[in-house]
C-alpha cells in the first residue's frame, strides 16, 4: 500500500481503506481461481493497482464519465480506477466467467457503487461509452475493430472519447495504422520503479 501512497498521497480515507482492501481480497480470491499469475501476487500493488492508476496520471475524467472496461479479467484497470474516480461509471466485461465473479466479490466487499462487472465479450457488449480503457488484452486494430461501435458520439471530457489502454514493449506495429491520431504516454515518467520502463498508456481517439 506504501507504493499507492508515494504516487496518489491525496487519497480520501475511503479510497484509502478500498485500496487497501484489494491484497487480502485479491489474496484470498487468487487461492480459488487464478487470475492473477501465483508468483506475481506479492507484487500486486506495483503491477497490477499501481500500473491500472497509471490512466489516472495521463487522464482527469470528468464527473459523470462512462468507461468501460474491455477483457478487465479480474478487474484490471476497472477497479483501482473506479476507486480513483467515484464520480465516474465503470462496466467491466470478460468472457471468462470466473474470473469476473472475482471482480464482482471485489467490487462487492470493497463497496464501490460506482462499478459493476458483467460475464460478457466485447462482441455482444452493445452499450455506448466515453472511454473504453484495457489492459494488454489484444492488439490496437484488433480491439478497435470491436469497440468502435461502442464509443459515444457526445463528448463530456477535453479529451476525445476513444480508446484508453495500457501496453508494454515495442508498440510500432500496433500502433502504425494509427500514427496521426494516437499518443504514447511513457509510464515510467510518473513511477520510479524499474518494472515501469518500456510501459505506456496508449490513448487513441475514435
Given at each position: 500500500?506504501?507504493?499507492?501512497?508515494?504516487?496518489?498521497?491525496?487519497?480520501?480515507?475511503?479510497?484509502?481503506?478500498?485500496?487497501?482492501?484489494?491484497?487480502?481480497?485479491?489474496?484470498?480470491?487468487?487461492?480459488?481461481?487464478?487470475?492473477?499469475?501465483?508468483?506475481?501476487?506479492?507484487?500486486?500493488?506495483?503491477?497490477?493497482?499501481?500500473?491500472?492508476?497509471?490512466?489516472?496520471?495521463?487522464?482527469?475524467?470528468?464527473?459523470?464519465?462512462?468507461?468501460?472496461?474491455?477483457?478487465?479479467?479480474?478487474?484490471?484497470?476497472?477497479?483501482?480506477?473506479?476507486?480513483?474516480?467515484?464520480?465516474?461509471?465503470?462496466?467491466?466485461?470478460?468472457?471468462?466467467?470466473?474470473?469476473?465473479?472475482?471482480?464482482?466479490?471485489?467490487?462487492?466487499?470493497?463497496?464501490?457503487k460506482n462499478c459493476?462487472?458483467?460475464?460478457?465479450?466485447?462482441?455482444?457488449?452493445?452499450?455506448?461509452?466515453?472511454?473504453?480503457?484495457?489492459?494488454?488484452?489484444?492488439?490496437?486494430?484488433?480491439?478497435?475493430?470491436?469497440?468502435?461501435?461502442?464509443?459515444?458520439?457526445?463528448?463530456?471530457?477535453?479529451?476525445?472519447?476513444?480508446?484508453?489502454?495500457?501496453?508494454?514493449?515495442?508498440?510500432?506495429?500496433?500502433?502504425?495504422?494509427?500514427?496521426k491520431t494516437v499518443e504514447t504516454t511513457?509510464?515510467?515518467?510518473?513511477?520510479?520503479?524499474?518494472?515501469?520502463?518500456?510501459?505506456?498508456?496508449?490513448?487513441?481517439?475514435?
Amino acid at each position: 500500500m506504501n507504493i499507492i501512497e508515494k504516487y496518489f498521497p491525496q487519497l480520501s480515507d475511503e479510497q484509502r481503506r478500498q485500496t487497501e482492501m484489494l491484497d487480502a481480497l485479491y489474496r484470498e480470491w487468487n487461492a480459488k481461481i487464478n487470475v492473477i499469475s501465483r508468483k506475481d501476487i506479492d507484487n500486486l500493488f506495483e503491477h497490477h493497482v499501481l500500473h491500472s492508476m497509471a490512466i489516472a496520471k495521463a487522464f482527469r475524467f470528468q464527473p459523470g464519465t462512462e468507461i468501460l472496461d474491455f477483457g478487465t479479467g479480474g478487474g484490471f484497470p476497472g477497479i483501482p480506477l473506479a476507486i480513483l474516480f467515484p464520480d465516474c461509471r465503470f462496466k467491466l466485461i470478460d468472457g471468462t466467467g470466473k474470473k469476473i465473479r472475482v471482480a464482482q466479490e471485489v467490487i462487492k466487499a470493497t463497496g464501490l457503487k460506482n462499478c459493476r462487472a458483467e460475464h460478457l465479450r466485447g462482441e455482444d457488449e452493445h452499450g455506448l461509452f466515453d472511454f473504453v480503457v484495457s489492459r494488454a488484452v489484444m492488439p490496437l486494430p484488433d480491439l478497435v475493430k470491436i469497440v468502435r461501435k461502442n464509443i459515444a458520439r457526445k463528448q463530456r471530457n477535453a479529451m476525445l472519447n476513444g480508446i484508453v489502454c495500457l501496453k508494454g514493449g515495442n508498440l510500432d506495429t500496433e500502433t502504425a495504422l494509427y500514427r496521426k491520431t494516437v499518443e504514447t504516454t511513457d509510464i515510467s515518467q510518473w513511477f520510479d520503479e524499474e518494472w515501469f520502463k518500456e510501459k505506456y498508456v496508449i490513448y487513441l481517439p475514435l
